[in-house]
């Protein structure tokens, strides 16, 4: 369950209450704060930094484990149009673009055995998520302008909003009349394949009244042949206090998109012809157009001294026109309600806090395919509803057994349903559900510089979505199982001097993992549970302050990856790795700053190649991308940015979807990355 800010002044405050208690962060309130990939790892806010982003990363400091906020100063003089872009130097996210916002996601190695959109990660903004009820999804209703900042749980981390899923939840939250750091602002950007985006936003206040709003609209041609994309998207945040630390909020946004999808190629077309598209894209004119409208309404209410509730409900509606190898046409219908209720006092003469919530969602999904005629609509083939029903009630407790130690326990319950219905085949309509307990065990030590160990203990747990359950030509639901995991995770993050870092190690075991396979006596559908596997790895995130004089600056800012992803001990793939995920992937960005300009160049490097298949035959290439990006502030009010991608027009593989055995399967699954762009913008603010 997302909750979002429902006071702007009072952002996630249901999590813990931090104002009232004396918990770890504050021991250090003395201390400077020190950011890796634009989170504060520990200490009092930057009075240069905004009070809400301030306040999120306050927040996520009291988890026993991996976290993350990306303000928007982090990707805001860039041409951020896809969620990579934005997390691209968060450690642990594998965040890779395929086409339009269209992005392969993995945290931790969720989601390595789909083809397309997401699974594995919920993602939500103002605590409505994109994702069906089911958990499947896609990234396209995201606009990255319209969030102020984004936060990342990784893993089990994310079971303050209920979620239980391998990869944890992100979470985008839109700015309020308030909270907005400018009145008005208006944004144009222009560049490399025919791309222009222009977007406005205002806030404004009257009273207890607030309101922000913001459009956006961008067109492009794209890099690759047929990859042409449109959008035009309208967010509103309105709010009204009912007193101190009581709120209500309004929350509405729409949009309509247009793409088109160029497919991905083998290994030789990618790497020698990138901007080609797979001859089947353009002859059956592969798209992904839809229009949606999401709404919620949201309250956070302080209740006495100790009890603070946050809540709300809300509703998702979609229309999808969807060419591919066939004609998908789908409605779809999701609507939710959310809770939680937060505690903080004493349990004898120990200060202690708890969360307790639940987090209900229903979703319906009507869907037509039909033969796929050049693009056009040919015999109607397919005529189905889904439903999928889920409840997650969840609870978290921290007892500080000193100043400086936290015990942390708690768990979710959750179930859900699917129903299928096939108006065509009747015999074919199928109902299943799932329940199960998640428990959560973790401790975090702040030393007097606030620095910090965390370790924790937690089960995640994943039912099947509609396109697992639902496989051709299997007569009834595929009896696949829900994916489980235990993950044990230790790190430490803070600051000392010059030098900020966060650091995380951990270590998965699953079972039943959702992967794609070749059908055979023991797997009997395309999409099944594999045997053991282990996901572990570490991620780590360095700042360094070089050199500050005043207003000028050097900085250092390196992320890095090591994704151990691989079988244990299965019947046709060993001990083999896993694919797609990068094992080690690097990042670092050298940032100069001096009065009204800044440069900052940076490498995005994976060194070694990737497995692309199970049996381990066939890698796609590693390799190094320089960029660089620029601020120019005219005035105070008005600042040029440019943002130069891919300087030596490499020509390398941005992602891959993983085959079981390259030797027998089809190995068109490369999606080559983009050649040498830039882009330039204009930001006034006023």
């Not at 009075?47 to 990363?57: I, Q, S, Y």
């Not at 067109?219 to 709120?247: K, M, P, W």
């Not at 780590?540 to 050199?547: E, F, R, T, V």
């Amino acid at each position: 369950m997302f909750l979002s800010t429902a006071s702007a002044a009072a952002l996630m405050f249901a999590a813990s209450a931090s104002q009232d208690a004396p918990h770890l962060t504050q021991l250090a309130a003395a201390e400077e704060p020190a950011v890796v990939a634009d989170v504060v790892v520990t200490g009092r806010r930057d009075p240069m930094d905004p009070a809400l982003v301030a306040r999120a990363r306050a927040e996520l400091q009291e988890t026993p484990g991996a976290v993350a906020v990306v303000g928007r100063e982090q990707y805001v003089d860039h041409l951020a149009m896809h969620l990579g872009d934005a997390l691209h130097a968060v450690p642990g996210v594998y965040a890779e673009k395929r086409w339009g916002e269209e992005v392969r996601l993995s945290i931790r190695g969720s989601g390595v055995g789909n083809s397309s959109h997401n699974r594995g990660v919920v993602l939500a903004q103002d605590g409505v998520p994109f994702n069906q009820a089911d958990g499947f999804g896609d990234f396209q209703e995201i606009d990255l302008l319209s969030a102020r900042h984004i936060e990342v749980f990784k893993g089990g981390n994310a079971i303050r909003f209920g979620g239980a899923t391998m990869g944890g939840a992100i979470q985008l939250n839109t700015p309020t009349g308030r909270t907005a750091p400018d009145r008005n602002e208006l944004r144009l950007e222009a560049g490399s394949f025919e791309t222009w985006r222009a977007h406005g936003e205002l806030a404004r206040e009257w009273g207890d009244t607030d309101l922000w709003a913001g459009v956006s609209v961008l067109g492009a041609e794209g890099y690759r042949d047929h990859s042409v994309q449109g959008s035009r998207r309208l967010s509103l945040n309105l709010g009204r206090r009912l007193g101190e630390d009581r709120e209500i909020r309004v929350l509405l946004s729409a949009a309509d998109i247009e793409n088109e999808i160029p497919g991905s190629l083998t290994l030789t077309q990618a790497l020698e012809d990138p901007t080609a598209a797979a001859t089947a894209n353009v002859a059956r004119d592969y798209r992904r157009d839809m229009t949606s409208m999401r709404g919620s309404v949201q309250t956070h209410w302080r209740l006495g001294e100790a009890w603070t509730f946050e809540g709300g409900v809300y509703g998702a509606f979609k229309d999808l026109d969807h060419p591919i190898s066939v004609v998908i046409d789908q409605q779809s219908r999701n609507v939710g309600a959310f809770g939680r209720l937060d505690w903080t006092g004493k349990l004898g003469d120990l200060n202690a806090d708890l969360f307790v919530g639940a987090w209900l969602r229903d979703g319906e999904l009507d869907g037509l395919t039909y033969q796929n005629i050049a693009g056009d609509r040919g015999a109607l083939t397919g005529d189905n509803t889904q439903r999928a029903t889920a409840i997650d009630a969840f609870a978290e407790s921290r007892l500080f057994v000193t100043e400086r130690l936290a015990l942390v326990a708690g768990g979710s319950w959750g179930l859900a349903t699917r129903d299928y219905a096939d108006h065509l085949n009747p015999a074919r309509d199928a109902s299943k559900d799932f329940e199960w307990f998640a428990p959560r065990i973790g401790l975090l030590w702040e030393d007097d510089g606030g620095r910090q160990l965390f370790a924790n203990l937690t089960r995640s747990v994943e039912p099947p979505h509609f396109s697992a359950l639902v496989q051709t030509p299997y007569p009834d639901f595929v009896p696949v199982e829900a994916q489980e995991a235990w993950t044990v995770e230790v790190g430490t993050r803070g600051r000392r001097g010059p030098l900020s870092w966060d650091v995380a190690l951990y270590r998965m075991a699953v079972e039943n993992e959702l992967l794609t396979f070749l059908a055979a006596p023991d797997i009997p559908a395309a999409t099944f549970n594999a045997g053991d596997t282990v996901h572990q790895g570490l991620e780590a995130g360095l700042d360094w302050m070089i050199w500050r004089d005043g207003d000028r600056q050097l900085k250092l800012h390196q992320t890095y990856a090591w994704t151990d992803l691989r079988f244990d001990g299965d019947p046709h793939y060993g001990d083999g790795r896993l694919p797609v995920v990068p094992e080690h992937h690097y990042h670092a960005e050298l940032g100069f700053r001096t009065g009204r300009w800044s440069v900052a160049p940076s490498l995005q490097w994976t060194p070694k190649d990737s497995w692309v298949d199970y049996a381990n035959t066939l890698k796609a290439p590693g390799y190094a991308i320089w960029s660089l990006s620029a601020t120019w502030s005219v005035t105070p009010q008005v600042r040029l940015f440019l943002d130069a991608r891919n300087l030596t027009d490499e020509r390398y593989i941005a992602n891959a979807s993983a085959v079981t055995d390259a030797r027998v399967a089809s190995t068109t699954v490369f999606w080559p990355g983009e050649g040498r762009s830039a882009f330039v913008g204009l930001r006034s603010s006023f």
